[in-house]
């Protein structure tokens, strides 16, 4: 097993960044690879970014491409979420998650952290 906890949330004015962070603790946080999603009320939780267990391939949902950057220090056994240029649809409570690749459905990430919330105001 594996804990991931998040932070780095907060309240940002749009055009401003955030970094989130993930912390992992348990079983080898290398030998995930890990991803990031976000939810609004009454919406599904979606897809944001995932990175493989080297860090060297990367996949982002087409809204944040350009805009946000995923990465991860292994020795520090945490994964990050660089987040610019931020837009009010981008408020949301976002999760991290531990999985086996870099799939962007839920359904292929066994653990999750308990979430830290995004607000951008406009």
């Known amino acids: 097993q594996v804990q991931l906890v998040e932070s780095g949330g907060g309240l940002v004015q749009a055009g401003g960044s955030l970094r989130l962070s993930c912390a992992a603790s348990?079983?080898?946080?290398?030998?995930?690879?890990m991803g990031w999603f976000r939810q609004v009320p009454g919406k599904e939780r979606e897809f944001v970014s995932a990175i493989t267990r080297s860090g060297l391939s990367t996949y982002y949902e087409d809204s944040v491409k350009g805009r946000f950057t995923i990465s991860r220090d292994n020795a520090k056994n945490t994964l990050y979420l660089q987040m610019s240029s931020l837009k009010p649809e981008d408020t949301a409570v976002y999760y991290c998650?531990?999985?086996?690749?870099?799939?962007?459905?839920?359904?292929?990430?066994?653990?999750w952290g308990q979430g830290t919330q995004v607000t951008v105001s406009s």
């Open positions: 348990g079983r080898t946080f290398s030998s995930y690879a």
């Open positions: 998650a531990a999985g086996s690749g870099l799939y962007t459905s839920q359904r292929a990430y066994n653990y």
